[in-house]
């Protein structure tokens, strides 16, 4: 009985060692791993003092500044929006992506045909500038002249 008992505690000691040695695998493991974490902490906090920064910056600046703002037109059917008030008919075709030589015209409600918006022509992106209300525009290749 003795030697069943001797092998028995052996074989539970044997285990106990076995359990023991995977535990600390699992330790060592685990504080690989809160290495690694710490360090992406320390990347994070440094990221966000940056950022912090970059704010401060932001809100010192934006004091200085008169505040922006921006107006909506649409081109195409293609909502845009520009930093003035005012637009060329150049830079809205540059807007749309359209060739130089093709033609902008506003798009108005009523009868009639929509003006022609000439390059250099400045036109106010105001919601109260006439016509009243959201601006739209279309660009078109240009009509060939007679005999062309």
Same mark, same amino acid.
């Given at each position: 009985m003795e030697t069943a008992e001797r092998d028995g505690d052996e074989g539970c000691a044997s285990k106990s060692v076995e359990a023991l040695e995977r535990a600390e695998q699992g330790l060592?493991? %685990? *504080?690989? =791993? !809160?290495k690694v !974490?710490? /360090?992406e902490v320390l990347e994070a906090e440094s990221e966000i003092e940056r950022a912090e920064h970059e $704010?401060? $910056? %932001?809100?010192k600046e934006l004091k200085n500044e008169p505040q922006h703002v921006s107006y909506e037109l649409i081109v195409n059917r293609v909502r845009h929006i520009w930093p003035r008030e005012e637009i060329t008919g150049a830079e809205i075709k540059k807007l749309a992506g359209s060739p130089s030589d093709w033609v902008v015209n506003q798009i108005v409600d009523g009868p /009639? *045909? =929509?003006?022609e918006i000439l390059d250099a022509q400045v036109v106010h992106l105001s919601f109260d500038a006439c016509p009243k209300g959201e601006k739209r525009f279309t660009t078109r290749k240009p009509k060939t002249s007679p005999g062309a």
């Open positions: 060592k493991k %685990a *504080e690989g =791993d !809160l !974490l710490e /360090g $704010i401060e $910056i %932001a809100k /009639g *045909e =929509d003006p």
